[in-house]
Nanobody, 127 residues
Framework: QVQLVEFGGASVQAGGSLRLSCAAS?????????LAWFRQAPGKEREGIAA???????DYADSVKGRFTISKDTAKNNIDLQMTDLTADDTAMYYC????????????????????WGRGTQVTVSA
């Protein structure tokens, strides 16, 4: 049974930094697994902001490119999201997601076609 549990969400001031982690169980993040972080602000659709393929290649939404970094911690079996230079627009519930890598279509990237989802962790950025 795969479980994803996010943690690290907090209230921070604009310009600050935060590191989110997602603890995975029932799946080995170091193997053929697709991983991603999504976020959803009140009244808005869920947005894929960062994805990492099984080969380590990454993809970011323009809104976070250069400020956020997604990574895998294979020792802890975590998926991390380092966030810097935060703004009020980054306020949202943040979710991690995972899926087995398809031999036909690869990874979903930032599309929400993931099998497993965490319950989210709240990030609030005040101006």
């Amino acid at each position: 049974q795969v479980q994803l549990v996010e943690f690290g969400g907090a209230s921070v001031q604009a310009g600050g930094s935060l590191r989110l982690s997602c603890a995975a169980s029932g799946v080995n993040v170091g193997l053929r697994v697709c991983l991603a972080w999504f976020r959803q602000a009140p009244g808005k659709e869920r947005e894929g902001i960062a994805a990492i393929d099984s080969d380590g290649s990454t993809d970011y939404a323009d809104s976070v490119k250069g400020r956020f970094t997604i990574s895998k911690d294979t020792a802890k079996n975590n998926i991390d999201l380092q966030m810097t230079d935060l703004t009020a627009d980054d306020t949202a519930m943040y979710y991690c997601a995972a899926a087995s890598r398809s031999i036909w279509s690869g990874c979903p990237g930032r599309r929400p076609s993931y099998t497993y989802w965490g319950r989210g962790t709240q990030v609030t950025v005040s101006a």
